[in-house]
Nanobody, 129 residues
Framework: VQLQASGGGLVQPGDSLRLSCVVS????????IGWFRQAPGKEREGVSC????????FYEDSVKGRFTISRDNAKNTVYLQMNSLKPEDTAVYYC???????????????????????WGQGTLVTVSS
C-alpha cells in the first residue's frame, strides 16, 4: 500500500484547508486510514481515523468539531477537511494505512505508529497571521 498526501499550505487563523491522501493498492490490504501530525519540536500525534469496514470516524479532542475525515472510494482518496484552523494546528500532516486486523476503534486509544503499515510523505500546514 502506498500513500500520497497533499493539500498543505500557508493559511491564516480561522481559514480552512482540505488535505488529500491518495491510496494505491488493494483495499483488502488495509483496514483503515489515519491522519497524524508532527509539529516542530514535538512528537507525532494521531489526529483522526476512518475505518475501512464501515466508514466509522474518530477524532482527537483537539480537532473534534473542526476537522472532518472522509473517503471517496471511487477515487481511492481519504480527505481531511480542516476548518477554523489555529496556529497550534501548524504541523506536517501524514496519512497512514492500518494493518489488516487493526481497527480505528482500538488504535485511537494509543495511536501506536506500529499499528500502521504504510505512511505517506507528509504535507506541511502552516497557520499564521
Amino acid at each position: 500500500v502506498q500513500l500520497q498526501a497533499s493539500g498543505g499550505g500557508l493559511v491564516q487563523p480561522g481559514d480552512s484547508l482540505r488535505l488529500s491522501c491518495v491510496v494505491s493498492g488493494l483495499t483488502s490490504d488495509y483496514d483503515g486510514i489515519g491522519w497524524f501530525r508532527q509539529a516542530p519540536g514535538k512528537e507525532r500525534e494521531g489526529v483522526s481515523c476512518i475505518d475501512s469496514s464501515d466508514g466509522t470516524t474518530f477524532y482527537e479532542d483537539s480537532v473534534k468539531g473542526r476537522f472532518t475525515i472522509s473517503r471517496d472510494n471511487a477515487k481511492n482518496t481519504v480527505y481531511l477537511q480542516m476548518n477554523s484552523l489555529k496556529p497550534e494546528d501548524t504541523a506536517v500532516y501524514y496519512c497512514a494505512a492500518l494493518h489488516v486486523g487493526r481497527h480505528c476503534v482500538v488504535v485511537v486509544s494509543f495511536w501506536d505508529p506500529t499499528d500502521f503499515k504504510s505512511w505517506g510523505q507528509g504535507t506541511l500546514v502552516t497557520v499564521s497571521s
